[in-house]
């Protein structure tokens, strides 16, 4: 247990797509009640990813593996969505006001994050997803996780806004977090293609 604790918390913890809008909307919103929507949603999202993962990955790996190929395709480009959203959506002429990222954008991103296929490949236990108990049990300590980690980042977000505003608001957090989801989607790309046999 003491292990799926500590690769759960230090998973998360990397900065990644979802971090990164978690920052953003710790900059953009601040830490309070309405910011917790967004960690319930990657909560939810992470919780619905990881089920279906769990429960299908075996069938889909053996009979139908062009499945697992589509859906990180389908990642890949949203988070590349993502990516040109935030490098786009500040105007030269308004330096200080930015495009939020909604609690749908985060959501979807979160469906689509590979940490989640990771938890279920290599830090669940064997059968999780078979057994309402074990899933529970997991489902359970996932959750005392990552609602504190969300919501330090969402923390560090607010308080780099406060302290820091000239630097972190604007034009130039949407594209240095932009650069981050973009490199990270182009590493997915490669490691699909990597796995693709082109005859």
Known sequence: MNYIALSLLTVLLVPGPT????????????????SMRFVAA????????????GVF????????????????????????YISLKLWFSVKEH??????GITVPDLFVATLTNPKGLFFVSFVAPA?????LEHWLSFIL???????????VWIAIGAFCGRKFHAVVSGR??????????????????FNIASQVNFV
């Open 42 to 53: 990657e909560w939810l999202a992470y919780v619905i990813q990881m089920t279906m993962w």
């Open 172 to 189: 130039f957090l949407n594209r240095a977090i932009s650069l981050v989801i973009g490199l990270f989607a182009c590493g997915m790309l």
């Open 141 to 151: 300590l996932f959750t005392a996780i990552i609602f504190p980690v969300g919501l």
């Open 57 to 80: 990955i075996d069938l889909l790996m053996t009979d139908h593996s062009w499945v697992v190929i589509a859906t990180k395709i389908f990642a890949v480009c949203f988070l590349f």
């Open 127 to 131: 059968g999780t997803f078979l057994s």
């Open 19 to 34: 971090n990164s809008l978690l920052l953003q909307a710790g900059i953009s919103r601040g830490l309070n009640t309405r």
């Open 94 to 99: 308004a330096p200080g006001a930015t495009a």
